[in-house]
């Protein structure tokens, strides 16, 4: 099992730029594809970037082209550095397994993007 801890948000204005980090505890966090989830205020949690175990990533249609997943194996770390923001990429965002196996979720980091 691990743990998972989400560093990074902030508030910024349209246009700006935040880099996400994500520190997975465990030894097995190199075997797991890993993703990028964000729930908007009074809507559900939704994927918006994986990345695989060799490092293949995929992205939600809504963040193609502005948002980029990374993985840093050696430190157990999954990045993901947002620009271009926009007001509706507000939300939580969370780090977790692309699988169906997840680990417990984490408190999340605070996204505000102001208009």
């Known amino acids: 099992q691990g743990q998972l801890v989400e560093s990074g948000g902030g508030l910024v204005q349209t246009g700006g730029s935040l880099r996400l980090s994500c520190a997975v505890t465990g030894s097995t966090f190199r075997i797991y594809a890993m993703g990028w989830y964000r729930q908007a205020p009074g809507k559900q949690r939704e994927l918006v970037a994986t990345?695989?175990?060799?490092?293949?990533?995929k992205y939600a249609d809504s963040v193609k082209g502005r948002f980029t997943i990374s993985r840093d194996n050696a430190k157990n770390t999954v990045y993901l550095q947002m620009n271009s923001l926009k007001p509706e990429d507000t939300g939580v965002y969370y780090c977790?397994?692309?699988?169906?196996?997840?680990?417990?979720w984490g408190q999340g980091t605070q996204v505000t993007v102001s208009s």
């Open positions: 990345i695989s175990s060799f490092g293949n990533t």
């Open positions: 977790n397994r692309n699988s169906s196996i997840l680990l417990d």
